[in-house]
Structure formats: C-alpha cells, structure tokens
C-alpha cells in the first residue's frame, strides 16, 4: 500500500511540475500575444504593400523623365562646350587685342612721321615754288611781258 500512496504522491508531484509548467508556457504565451500585438501594429499590410509598390512605379516613371531631362541637358552642355572651343579658337584674346593695338599704333606713329615729313618737303617746296615765282616775275620784268 506505501507503493500505490508514493506513486499517488509522485504523480501529484508529477501534477503540480506539469502545471507550473503550464503557467510558466502560459505566460510565455501571453508574452508572445503582447509581442504579436505590438508587431501588428507595425507590420505592412498587403495594401500598404501595394501602395509602396505604386509608388515606386510612380518613382520609376519620373526617374525615366528625369533620365530623359539629363540627356536633353548633357546635349545642352555638350553645344555649350562646342561653343566655348569656338570662341576659345576664333576670338582675339586681350594679349590679341594689346599686340594689335601695339601694330596699329606703330604704324600710325610711322604715318604721323611720313605726314611731319611731308610737311616739311611741302614747305621746302613752296618756299622754292615762290622762290621760282619771284625769278619769274623778276624775267617778265626785264623781257617786257607784263602779267
């Protein structure tokens, strides 16, 4: 008779670790709800889901415009560049401008000289031209023509 009261007493034993077991799960159980909750409160649901991905069609279709805008750009920059080797080529320079302004002045110094120059020669020449003129009238005289 002790067998069967050591074996009741066992399985009472038995009994009560299953049900502090059962607690302790139960709480786990309760933790694991209160996480789930928390979780749902989080978590994407199919339509957000479907949103985002509506969205990043949207995105996509602008990036493609944008792309396009880039290219129109770029050809832009492209002509602009072209213009600026044009102009970089073809355009004087201030050095161009200081250097041909240098020439001009040059030769309007070498004008300026001639013309002084002439100048002179003019004056030497109508002061000999009147000098003629007087031996002329000075020959009318003496020959009898009168002017």
Do not use: P
Request: glycine letters at 8%.
């Amino acid at each position: 008779m002790q067998e069967i009261v050591d074996t009741v007493q066992n399985i009472e034993h038995a009994f009560v670790v299953v049900q502090q077991n059962m607690l302790g799960m139960q709480k786990s159980m309760f933790g694991l709800q209160k996480t789930m909750l928390e979780m749902q409160k989080t978590m994407a649901t199919k339509d957000d889901i479907a949103d985002v991905r509506g969205e990043i069609g949207e995105m996509k279709g602008e990036i493609t415009e944008m792309k396009g805008e880039i290219g129109e750009i770029n050809g832009g920059i492209a002509a602009l560049q072209e213009d600026v080797e044009f102009i970089k080529d073809t355009m004087a320079t201030k050095e161009d401008l200081q250097e041909t302004e240098s020439r001009v002045m040059k030769n309007i110094d070498g004008f300026a000289h001639q013309n002084q120059k002439f100048d002179l020669e003019l004056v030497a020449a109508q002061s000999q031209f009147n000098r003629v003129e007087e031996r002329v009238e000075v020959l009318e005289l003496k020959v009898g023509i009168a002017a």
